[in-house]
């Protein structure tokens, strides 16, 4: 991507002096405010952060939707959003096992045996065990979380992984975004410190770092190999922090990919893993999307996975194994909003730490207490994903069947998509390998491109407003996720049920044809 970096570099500092300039502008015409809290006065670096998933276009199809409401005439019905990854949003049914648990769990009164509803045995049991944990799920944790289900997390990391992990490693949070801040936030101490995330990258940490006043150095994913990461780029970033005179701290990872779906071999998180302990730096795995997998993409192979096979090499006489293991520093997060089970409201998730000093630990213990706990029916959220019914229990056939009927359905989704945007003119999409979406790139004419710089945004948001406005379907522009230089793309979920997704596509497929003639 030639010329890429140094574009980047020069869109960042032209952003900071429109801030800067922003902030001396709303100071001024907000000084005689009779008002102590005024624009003016709000910190620069919550301004200066941006959220594409949430921004514009949402507050834009908002305003379209209270026109249906009040019955105004558009060539749609309804609005279909497929700008986030919010399944039950969008029709998927939560898990019995999880709601009926979660439901005795509540009101607990309902365990009494007049009024106990006909669930089966082992959610009882699960309500029971659950209960019997804490004073109430109305009652703070401790700060970490709740210890039996840090035990259960424990071992669900051992089983996906075959290698022992251990509870005091695991923090419970309120879903993984929480997890990430508050990591981010012990290491981000000034513009010194800078943090290595993909490109295109799910908009949270950018955002953060943004807060946090550090650096952002964005790696690019190669979309001509399926959105892979290359060491050469990796080395690339890393160099353009410190010409920047910044130290970098962290390196993101986001498998299986968010906005972008791939799935990364086993080769190449062992890479990834090698060059974060070789460099220095503290691995922040975001594997959120490990159960949505599909196809022929690789499977999901954990950090964690690779971390304790350089430690057995390390043990088997591989001295430079040995040694990188040794620096190795892994932070993974999990959440309950993706996977199958789709619980983004209940906000629960999870990170395990590797190799992090006691010192530092008892610093992200503090971080914890400071909000005393995460909430704990999201705890035990956590605990009803990674603990599933077992083979012979009684809710264990319906659990499997729900699962797969979700899985199976996202991957059929999810092929479905790719196929229809790749048939359109002017888009091309990569083959779909996990999480819950697709990244397809525009190929837009050159009218558009001017009438976009003429409307002052971007072209790929003003492709998307057009969209949206014609259809009725919320995507997000790829400038909010980052892209290389002259491409453009959007990301869209693969999340409107099957019976819905072919309206979807027609609406998309007539908007193309018609976009594509105007501006050709």
């Known amino acids: 991507m030639p010329g890429a970096p140094a574009m980047f570099a020069r869109l960042c500092m032209l952003c900071l002096l429109v801030q800067n300039a922003a902030t001396a502008t709303n100071e001024t015409s907000c000084a005689s405010s009779s008002l102590p809290l005024h624009i003016g006065v709000v910190n620069t670096q919550v301004r200066a952060a941006s959220y594409a998933v949430r921004g514009r276009l949402l507050d834009r199809a908002s305003e379209i939707e209270q026109q249906l409401k009040v019955g105004a005439e558009l060539p749609f019905s309804r609005i279909v959003k497929c700008n986030i990854g919010n399944p039950q949003a969008l029709g998927q049914k939560p898990l019995s096992f999880v709601r009926r648990t979660l439901s005795l769990m509540m009101n607990p009164e309902l365990l009494e045996a007049p009024l106990l509803p006909s669930y089966p045995v082992d959610v009882v049991e699960r309500a029971k065990e659950y209960i019997g944990a804490v004073p109430s799920v109305g009652a703070y944790s401790d700060s970490q979380g709740v210890a039996l289900i840090r035990e259960h997390v424990a071992q669900f990391i051992a089983e996906r992984d075959g290698h022992p992990a251990d509870a005091k490693d695991i923090f419970l949070t309120d879903g993984a975004s929480a997890g990430v801040k508050a990591l981010m936030q012990l290491m981000?101490?000034?513009?010194?410190?800078?943090?290595l995330a993909p490109i295109p990258q799910y908009p949270l940490y950018s955002a953060v770092t943004t807060l946090l006043n550090g650096t952002l150095s964005g790696y690019f994913l190669d979309e001509a190999s399926s959105w892979g990461v290359v060491e050469p780029e990796l080395r690339r970033a890393l160099q353009h922090a410190r010409d920047g005179g910044a130290a970098a701290r962290a390196l993101v990872v986001i498998n299986p990919g968010n906005p972008t779906g791939q799935s990364l071999p086993k080769a190449v998180v062992q890479m990834i893993l090698r060059f974060a302990a070789a460099e220095g730096l503290v691995l922040m795995a975001d594997e959120v999307y490990q159960e949505n997998v599909y196809g022929e993409a690789p499977p999901f192979f954990s950090f964690k996975a690779a971390l304790v096979g350089l430690r057995q090499a390390g043990e088997n006489g591989d001295a430079e194994a040995?040694?990188?293991?040794?620096?190795?520093?892994?932070?993974?997060?999990?959440?309950?909003?993706?996977?199958?089970?789709?619980?983004?409201?209940?906000?629960?998730?999870?990170?395990?730490l590797q190799n992090i000093p006691a010192d530092v630990r008892a610093q992200i213990t503090k971080l914890a207490s400071i909000s005393l706990c995460s909430n704990v029916i999201g705890q035990f959220a956590t605990g009803l994903m990674v603990r599933p019914p077992r083979s012979g229990e009684p809710s264990y056939e319906e659990y499997v069947s729900e699962r797969h009927a979700i899985l199976h359905s996202l991957a059929k989704r999810a092929q479905a998509t790719a196929a229809a945007l790749s048939a359109l003119p002017g888009i091309s999409c990569n083959e779909p390998e996990g999480a819950m979406y697709l990244f397809p790139q525009l190929h837009?004419?050159?009218?558009?491109?001017?009438?976009?710089?003429?409307?002052?945004?971007?072209?790929?948001?003003?492709?998307?407003?057009?969209?949206?406005?014609?259809?009725?379907?919320?995507?997000?522009?790829?400038?909010?996720?980052?892209?290389?230089?002259?491409?453009?793309?959007?990301?869209?979920?693969?999340?409107?049920?099957?019976?819905?997704?072919?309206?979807?596509?027609?609406?998309?497929?007539?908007?193309?044809?018609?976009f594509m003639a105007k501006y050709s």
């Open 322 to 352: 040995a040694a990188l293991a040794a620096r190795a520093q892994l932070i993974s997060f999990h959440s309950t909003s993706k996977g199958f089970i789709g619980e983004c409201g209940l906000r629960g998730g999870y990170f395990e």
């Open 188 to 195: 981000i101490r000034g513009p010194h410190d800078a943090v």
């Open 444 to 514: 837009l004419p050159t009218r558009a491109i001017e009438a976009a710089e003429k409307a002052g945004v971007a072209a790929d948001e003003f492709y998307c407003l057009r969209l949206l406005e014609a259809t009725g379907l919320v995507v997000v522009p790829g400038s909010g996720f980052g892209q290389a230089d002259g491409t453009w793309h959007f990301r869209t979920t693969f999340l409107p049920p099957e019976d819905q997704l072919e309206d979807v596509m027609r609406r998309l497929a007539a908007f193309q044809s018609e």
